[in-house]
């Protein structure tokens, strides 16, 4: 009891002390800059990114929705159809290379397929051609 | 068509994305058989005009089985054909026209007014032709039977039709396209205003087309029929009526007037005072069929004709048309007309080769104060055909059993005896009459029909009944029964009398041996009446 006196007597005499008692904490740091929330920054732009690339993807392959997209069409054929990456490249090229006005006209255009007047570009790939005629029509 | 194919073409069906219209539309150039075919279906399930009018420009180059495939887009290629009409383009007008055609798109009828009513388009015309042709297929489904496959209100399609009709009637001044008016007409009700505003004033702008199309428009018979059934019928429609002697509007007529009429049509009718299709000579066999030429007399009496041009009408049927049938008809139709030329004629279609036209002669004999009527229906009575006989009958139905049976007591003997004959032969239904009489329970009917047999000398046909009434309980009835049955001189009868003779009453075995005395000595003429009741009490 007679301690607890004591301090709090010597603290009553130091009063005077007391109004600087948080100078020391303030000028411990100092003011915040533009590195101290990058990395905040850079986290809300991935997630960003990753958010619009997921949104992206799944607009890109919404067929439920109202567009005039001549690409999306040809992923929707190719969808339906369950053609695979390589064909649906080899289809691309194909539309391509008949200058076809849009990618989707492959699906409807039996000629395009005439192994006797294949583009040199397309030649080698004959056989896989011949089977895509095969499997569209 | 391939599954695979079939599965492109159902994702390009389904698909939300309007990239398939220029795909689909590239492919009709390119392409033919099943992908073609895909393609025509594909763009016509698709809700794009565009699309549509790609098929509307390829029409004349589609074959029947492709066209055909274009069906299920009427109504949903309305707004195509209306692009289509309105472009300018010859080949896709040409096209769009025919296509409304096929579809029956009374919708698009506004837009083609339009088109009609300026006369600087080249496609004026062949505008104002379809919009005949529509309101043509229009009427018709309208007055006819609704094919409820076709989900389309008649009515409204030609409510919807006449509001442009009407607004362009208005215009006639303006564009001067008699084919709009006449197409007002043909649609119109008899209760279109505008209709009867200007079949009320001549001074109208349309009158005469509106005249002539009644007049002579075969689409305009079913108003002309329509007018007829209304109250009011302005007196310009029941002219043109008259004035027409095409065969389709009067094989319309005449048929009408041979059945059962409204009072309306009855009225009309009355104040039509002449008919050109009744006119002689319009009533070619040619024209007219033979049932129209039988109910030509049918119409003249219906209508307001004279006296005069009836007979004048149903001369010149009796005596030149070649058809029995319509002589009949004809002979038929003088009953309302008393006149000594209607007499003459009857008398004239009594010597008629056809029994067809005697018997229709026979049949108004009768009822009309002509020399001799009576003994050559008697006569007639006689014939060889079955026909005359039966209208001899008809005629004479006043000589019927029933009748003489009432009078009977008040007819002296002679006239009993002769007028007997006339009632046996013509009603058929004497002899069961007086049978089921001589089967009746009161006595004084037996006794009467036996008298009544003898007087209709037919004791022969009825000895059998006579005979069972030997019988009867009541003696009187079996005197006369066996007294009657000396007129019957067979080996039944007379075996009958001989039992009768053993009768416990004197008065019929008096009868009976009085009968067959008679019998074996024909020169005893047996006593003419029944015994009478002094007899019976004695």
């Known amino acids: 009891m007679t301690s607890w006196l004591h301090t709090t007597a010597l603290l009553a005499a130091q009063h005077s002390h007391w109004r600087r008692l948080g100078d020391g904490l303030y000028r411990s740091k100092s003011r915040p800059e533009f590195a101290d929330f990058l990395p905040y920054l850079i986290f809300a732009a991935v997630l960003a990114a990753v958010i619009a690339v997921v949104v992206l993807i799944i607009k890109r392959n919404d067929m439920s929705e109202s567009c005039n997209d001549p690409q999306k069409l040809f992923r929707e054929l190719s969808r339906a159809h369950r053609l695979g990456r390589a064909n649906r490249r080899l289809l691309s090229q194909l539309a391509t290379a008949r200058k076809l006005r849009q990618p989707a006209e492959v699906f409807l255009s039996p000629a395009a397929f005439e192994l006797s007047s294949l583009p040199p570009q397309l030649r080698s790939q004959q056989p896989r051609l011949e089977k895509l005629r095969e499997r569209l029509f | ?538």
């Not at chain 2, 794009?48 to 290629?77: C, M, T």
């Not at chain 2, 039944?492 to 009398?497: F, G, N, R």
Request: aromatic share 4%.
């Open chain 2, 1 to 538: 068509m391939k599954k695979s194919l079939q599965l492109t073409f159902e994702t390009l069906r389904k698909s939300r994305n309007d990239a398939v219209v220029p795909v689909l539309i590239s492919t009709l150039d390119r392409t033919e058989g099943s992908v073609l075919e895909g393609a025509v279906k594909t763009l016509i399930s698709r809700r794009n005009s565009e699309g549509h009018l790609a098929v509307i420009r390829r029409w004349h180059a589609l074959n029947p089985d492709q066209r055909r495939l274009l069906k299920p887009g009427r109504g949903r290629i309305t707004t195509a054909l209306r692009d289509a009409i309105v472009s300018g383009d010859p080949q896709l007008f040409e096209n769009a026209c025919e296509l409304i055609v096929e579809f029956s798109d009374f919708d698009l009828i506004p837009v083609l007014v339009t088109l009609a009513e300026d006369r600087s388009s080249p496609q004026a015309l062949p505008a104002t032709k379809l919009i005949l042709k529509l309101a043509d297929r229009l009427r018709k489904m309208v007055h006819g039977t609704r094919d409820y496959s076709d989900r389309r209100d008649p009515q409204s399609l030609r409510r919807f039709a006449l509001a442009s009709l009407e607004r362009s009637a208005s215009h006639y001044r303006r564009h001067r396209r008699s084919e709009l008016v006449e197409a007002f007409v043909i649609l119109a009700s008899t209760s279109s205003g505008t209709l009867r505003t200007i079949l009320n004033d001549p001074h109208h702008a349309c009158f005469q087309v509106v005249i002539q199309t009644l007049t002579h428009s075969e689409s305009a018979i079913d108003l002309l029929l329509s007018f007829l059934q209304v109250d009011r019928t302005p007196q310009t429609v029941l002219n043109a009526m008259s004035h027409r002697v095409d065969a389709a509007f009067v094989s319309r007529l005449l048929q009408y007037a041979s059945e059962e009429m409204t009072p309306a049509g009855r009225r009309n009718l009355s104040l039509i005072q002449s008919f050109s299709c009744l006119k002689p000579q319009h009533l070619s066999c040619s024209a007219l069929s033979v049932v129209d030429r039988q109910r030509s007399v049918a119409l003249a009496e219906a209508s307001g004709m004279q006296s005069d041009d009836m007979l004048e009408l149903i001369e010149t049927l009796l005596l030149s048309d070649e058809v029995p049938q319509v002589r009949a008809a004809a002979c038929a139709g003088l009953a309302s007309l008393q006149s000594d030329r209607a007499d003459r004629l009857i008398l004239q279609a009594m010597q008629d080769e056809a029994p067809e036209v005697e018997a229709a002669a026979a049949l108004l004999l009768r009822k009309r104060r002509i020399t001799g009527s009576l003994s050559k229906l008697v006569q007639l009575l006689d014939s060889p055909h079955e026909i005359v006989r039966d209208a001899a009958r008809q005629a004479l139905a006043d000589f019927s059993f029933r009748t003489f049976s009432a009078r009977y007591e008040t007819l002296p003997d002679k006239v009993r005896r002769g007028t007997g004959e006339l009632v046996v032969k013509i009603d058929p239904q004497a002899i069961p009459e007086l049978v089921s009489e001589l089967q009746a329970t009161g006595y004084q009917r037996r006794l009467k029909a036996i008298a009544m047999a003898k007087s209709l000398k037919v004791v022969q046909r009825i000895a059998q009944t006579l005979i069972e009434l030997l019988g009867d309980e009541e003696h009187l009835i079996r005197a006369a029964a066996a007294e009657a049955l000396q007129e019957c001189p067979t080996a039944e009868v007379q075996l009958a009398l001989l039992q009768a003779s053993q009768d416990h009453s004197s008065v019929v075995q008096s009868a009976a041996k009085n009968s067959l005395a008679s019998m074996a000595n024909p020169a005893i003429s047996p006593p003419a009446d029944p015994p009478t009741s002094q007899e019976v009490a004695r």
